[in-house]
């Protein structure tokens, strides 16, 4: 870690907000959580307002995608999630997971100067290694989308990943000395309020360019694996988020979920 105090108090961070509501609800923030994903989604249930956002130094039990875990040591990474409760349909809440990975690539961009690139649909990755990772957690109501807990975990010091997976994973600090968290915060959450208020005002349409830029993903060789498994070239992701692959029939299939892998990245050869 940088030697400059790094303190995630909210104090340190409260008057870096440029942001109407995200960050200015009601905030947790205790040294050790067993999952912020999990205690937020406590608070979002009990009625805390959008916004909200539980951040942790250190997770007990944190939760990574298809039921792994995932490792969060002390001071080493900003482990963090955020309360929504968009207007949009039920059926476009996993557009959300891509909002979440163009608002961390932006605040990663703007604090640090790094490129990091988004994997299909939400990893970060630098240098083909991942940087980050989101787990989205949606709660419906009889009319809609209840709440959305939105769960970012972002290698900031060079142990926030364990050594065995050195070949996959990467930080901000194996590559320059890192800003302090309380800064990635803030951008991170100026970048979300912005790109939120535009997916319910305009639809994934409005960010589909920004993202496409930002993506390791498209023109790349990749295997999808879930319901269907098959390989070829991711060709375009369209103005709903999907991923257009041409596979090796030279027919343009539709991905919408599943795991993607991309040659070149995070192992895949
Ligand atoms: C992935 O598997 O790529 C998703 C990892 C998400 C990790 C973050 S850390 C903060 C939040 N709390 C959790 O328990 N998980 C997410």
């Given amino acids: 870690m940088s030697n400059i105090p790094d303190s995630l108090h909210p104090a340190t961070w409260l008057p870096l907000l440029t942001t109407r509501y995200m960050g200015r609800g009601d905030n947790l ?7 912020t994903n ?8 009990a009625g805390a307002p959008a916004g909200s956002l539980c951040l942790s130094e250190t997770q007990t039990a944190g939760k990574g995608r298809l039921g792994r875990s995932w490792h969060s040591p002390a001071g080493q990474g900003l482990w963090l999630s955020v309360l929504l409760r968009p207007c949009i349909r039920p059926e476009d809440a996993p557009l959300v997971t891509l909002c979440a990975a163009l608002a961390m690539a932006r605040a990663v961009e703007e604090t640090t100067g790094l490129d990091a690139r988004i994997k299909w649909p939400n990893d970060l990755v630098l240098c ?3 940087l980050c990772g989101i787990l989205l957690e949606i709660g419906f109501a009889a009319n809609g989308i209840d709440y959305i807990i939105v769960g970012t975990g972002l290698n900031v010091g060079c142990s926030a990943y ?8 990467t930080s901000i600090q194996d590559h ?3 800003p302090p ?3 990635i915060l803030a951008r991170y959450l100026s970048a979300l ?10 639809g994934f349409a409005a960010l589909a360019e920004e993202y496409r830029t930002r993506s390791c993903t498209l023109g790349s060789l990749v295997k999808v694996s879930g319901s269907v498994e098959f390989t070829g070239v991711a060709e375009a992701i369209d103005e709903n988020g999907a991923l257009l692959v041409r596979d090796e029939q030279g027919n343009l299939r539709r991905v919408l979920a599943g795991d993607v892998s991309v040659r070149g990245v995070m192992g895949y050869v």
């Fill in 29 to 35: 923030v205790p040294e050790e959580a067993t999952s």
């Fill in 38 to 45: 999990t205690l937020l989604k406590e608070m979002a249930i």
């Fill in 128 to 130: 083909g290694k991942k």
């Fill in 162 to 169: 364990p050594t065995e997976l050195a070949h996959q994973a």
């Fill in 176 to 178: 320059m000395a890192p």
């Fill in 181 to 183: 968290r309380r800064e």
């Fill in 193 to 202: 309020e912005e790109i939120i208020t535009r997916l319910e005002q305009d």
